[in-house]
């Protein structure tokens, strides 16, 4: 992760929650998130469930919220509405790593003795990505009553935008990958390694328990899909190669714990 990125985060965040909660009297919370990643990229089978759960990784994280139900300036809840009482907005620093990526399923099954199948077992890949946004949680059940009970539950689902720097590898066992003996034909001018960045869109469904009045674990499942086909480095022809059509996607299992800095 970008130490000039970490940086800027925090400065964004707790100077504009400063200003918000100087202006409107609003609370903060605090937190970290951890957990594995399971990534859908041009590496392997599409739609192969062992692909997916074998291309996996991790993925940390920093949050932030803006409690809007509790006023941090005078110790005491914000006067009722229906926004302030099921709804949170989250701001996010976070970095994902995949392991070694490879090519699973049938194309590259035992059976498979061609030259091809050969390059696509032999091919390997890794990335990395660290993203910078926020989402806006939606709690069903009141945020007042959960607040206030300990060993209650909070589900929630959220939406939101994150802005992604992204860093991916790729090389073979067999060589030195983009001439014809080590690399099939729909790869060989379809990477580039170059990273970049790109924007990606985030939905999650989790649940927050009550540890103490002051603290709460977090599990959360996210949906991370990418504006971009080059996250992995890899991007065959669309066209000649409709399977690999989708851009990058990873699935995210995170658990956190959250304390209410107010």
């Not at 991790?58 to 139900?69: E, R, T, W």
């Not at 009970?149 to 720097?165: C, I, K, Q």
């Not at 690399?183 to 060989?188: D, E, G, L, M």
């Amino acid at each position: 992760m970008s130490f000039r990125v970490f940086v800027a985060f925090l400065s964004l965040t707790f100077f504009t929650s400063n200003l918000i909660q100087a202006q409107f009297g609003f609370s903060h919370e605090i937190g970290v998130i951890a957990g594995p990643t399971f990534f859908q990229t041009d590496y392997g089978q599409a739609g192969d469930f062992g692909n997916f759960i074998k291309n996996n990784g991790f993925g940390i994280g920093i949050v932030h919220y803006l409690n809007f139900s509790y006023r941090s300036d005078c110790n005491c809840y914000a006067p009722y509405t229906y926004f302030n009482d099921h709804f949170k907005l989250r701001s996010e620093i976070s970095y994902y790593r995949s392991g070694e990526l490879r090519h699973y399923g049938k194309w590259v099954d035992p059976d498979r003795t061609s030259i091809t199948a050969d390059q696509l077992r032999a091919m390997r890949g890794r990335t990395s990505v660290t993203s910078l946004g926020m989402q806006l949680e939606y709690f069903p059940w009141s945020i007042r009553d959960f607040s206030a009970t300990v060993g209650s539950f909070a589900p929630f689902v959220s939406l939101g935008a994150h802005y992604d720097s992204y860093k991916p590898e790729a090389w073979s066992t067999m060589g030195v990958l983009g001439i014809p003996e080590t690399t099939p034909v729909k790869y060989r001018d379809a990477f580039d390694l170059e990273g970049g960045s790109t924007w990606s869109v985030v939905g999650s469904i989790g649940t927050r328990y009550k540890l103490t009045v002051l603290s709460d674990l977090m599990l959360d499942f996210r949906w991370k899909y990418f504006n971009s086909n080059w996250v992995d480095g890899l991007n065959p022809d669309p066209v000649r190669y409709p399977e690999n059509k989708a851009n990058e996607w990873l699935f995210f299992v995170n658990f956190g714990y959250i304390y209410y800095l107010d």
